[in-house]
Nanobody, 125 residues
């Protein structure tokens, strides 16, 4: 398992901005896709945005034009810049990584998927 650690969540008023960061720890060789999902109580976790290793991006319709995902593959990090935040963006945001190749005890290993522990984003009206 490759640990992912998120940071940057918090509380903001509607119309404000936040930037989330996520770092993958370990001796990472490559990560196929990194992304952000969110979840509110009683609802399923939903895709917010993903970015592939070739920097192709995909966004949920609800965040297009407001959120921007980016990654720094050299640092194994992914970011989510969130602008024009709305109360309906309030959720726990989770970092996700898929297709992870890494080294552990001098052996190459593969993890199909890893999740962060989540960071709370609260947008007040």
């Amino acid at each position: 398992q490759v640990p992912l650690v998120e940071s940057g969540g918090g509380s903001v008023q509607a119309g404000g901005s936040l930037r989330l960061s996520c770092a993958a720890f370990g001796t990472i060789i490559s990560i196929n896709t990194m992304g952000w999902y969110r979840q509110t109580p009683g609802k399923q976790r939903e895709l917010v945005a993903v970015v592939t290793g070739r920097s192709r991006t995909n966004y949920a319709d609800s965040v297009k034009g407001r959120f921007t995902i980016s990654r720094d593959s050299a640092k194994n990090m992914v970011y989510l810049q969130m602008n024009s935040l709305k109360p309906e963006d309030t959720a726990v945001y989770y970092c996700n990584a898929e297709g992870i190749t890494y080294k552990f005890s001098d052996r190459y290993s593969y993890s199909p998927e890893s999740w962060g522990q989540g960071t709370q984003v609260t947008v007040s009206s």
